[in-house]
């Protein structure tokens, strides 16, 4: 068991910026947990992440309650303790309004984006709780700041995920602990990569361009970081200026 290094879980760690995350955090030496819901992409990151530490990958679904358990478990088990917690896994949409909004893809939305990082954080919290340490990042949105017409059910996600974060920020402050969520706008992966086809990127902000996944992983692992040790509920916008 390895204790002396930092432990981190990385949810939706087979690709985008949660992949981007567990690579840098490698590269800094923690341990990792490495949470994805494809086989093949889950392992892969782990592969390229043992190039530097030790990574252990775990096929899950984050709205499961028990594969939430089950991943949290394996890195207490492993490594006996968790002091980073990154919540990158997500559920998009397509572009539809609200009426027209199928209720089946709003409630797998809310599975994985609301209730995924519920359950992350329910059972990250206890583990921390008990070191009365560790540090916890929540992916959310620059559309759980601002309406995003066509992106109802993703936006709802978004601000519940940010909504979560302030209240255990309050909670477990006291107990040593900080909750923090970055808000990024496009992301240049696959997950909308299509859309990034079809638009003008001057609809993206003053940069008109989406972010790299590495670029948006650089300030999530800054929240996480000693540099960063008085940030408790900070909800920082990474859009390119675009909520200006």
Known sequence: METTKRTAIITGAGAGVGRAVALTLAKEGCNLVVVGRSEQNTTETAALASQYTNAIPIVADIGSEADTIRYVNTA???????????NSAARFQPYVLLADTDTELFDDIMRINVKGTFLGMKYVLRQMAAQKSGVIVNVAS?????????LGSYSTSKHAMIGLTKN???E??????????????AINTKMIADILETIDPTILGPM???AEPQEIADVVCYLASEKATYLNGAIVRADG???L
């Open 241 to 243: 200026g675009k909520g």
């Open 76 to 86: 207490i088990e492993q490594f006996g303790k968790i002091d980073i917690f990154v």
């Open 142 to 150: 620059r559309d759980g700041l601002f309406s995003e017409p066509a």
């Open 208 to 210: 008109a361009r989406p």
């Open 168 to 170: 255990a920020a309050t």
């Open 172 to 185: 477990y402050g006291p107990m040593g602990i900080r909750v923090c969520a970055v808000c990024p706008g």
